[in-house]
């Protein structure tokens, strides 16, 4: 049991490429979540699906876009990079809350540099 | 205007001792407050929640205690250990599942 997978670990782009940051899960949880943090900040929530089909934008969304196909898999594009976007990526996931459970599952993170 | 703050961005204590971090709330719609705990180079990890209808929750060594008419929560850690000595995150959820992270505080136990 993997838990939540993120690739790449680490990345640097140069401005105005695009990207995509992969995130997979093998809970069968049907929340997932992609954030960002930046130095010395909380986590900030860019999108979030509450199952395959279905996503929503987070306090955060401008330059992103993701989608969600399988219950598994929750991409994060990135078109268009910015210094901006300079960051951490965290991918999460968790079992649909309401059923006494809100913890989330993070993944390990992908640190991205845009320059 | 942050919805969950962390007024303290670091803490110091002596092995042994207690670990007492404070967060603060605005929204009184949050029902869910869980604290996550993060080492460098790794994700957080989860750690413990209350529900807003207790005011307590233990787990080993680790107690959060919600104040909702402060809309004031805390995390206890005794005794505290070298091995706590990470970040800690206070978030707070509405039903909807999403949860809004304070800047968290670092916590450095000395042995």
Not at chain 2, 56 to 71: H, M, P, Q, W, Y
Not at chain 2, 83 to 91: E, L, P, R, W
């Amino acid at each position: 049991n993997a838990g939540v997978t993120q690739t790449p670990k680490f990345r640097i782009l140069k401005i105005g490429q695009s990207m995509t940051l992969q995130c997979t899960q093998d809970m069968n949880h049907n929340y997932m979540y992609w954030y960002r943090q930046d130095p010395g900040m909380g986590l900030k929530l860019i999108y979030y699906s509450v199952g395959a089909g279905i996503t929503d934008k987070g306090e955060v969304p401008n330059g992103y876009n993701v989608s969600r196909s399988t219950t598994e898999d929750f991409p994060l594009r990135l078109e268009l990079a910015a210094p901006s976007q300079t960051s951490v990526y965290f991918c999460a996931s968790s079992r649909t809350p309401g059923q006494g459970a809100h913890e989330q599952y993070f993944g390990p993170g992908t640190r991205l540099t845009v320059t | 205007d942050q919805q969950v703050k962390q007024n303290s961005p670091s803490l110091s204590v002596q092995e042994g001792r207690i670990s007492i971090l404070n967060c603060d709330y605005t929204n009184s719609m949050f029902d869910y407050f869980l604290w996550y705990k993060k080492y460098p180079a790794e994700g957080p990890t989860f750690l413990i929640s209350i529900s807003s209808i207790k005011d307590k929750n233990e787990d080993g060594r680790f107690t959060v205690f919600l104040n909702k008419s402060a809309k004031h929560l805390s995390l206890h850690i005794v005794p505290s250990q070298p091995g706590d000595s990470a970040v800690y995150f206070c978030a707070a959820s509405e039903d909807a599942g999403k949860s809004t992270f304070g800047d968290g505080t670092t916590l450095t136990v000395k042995p």
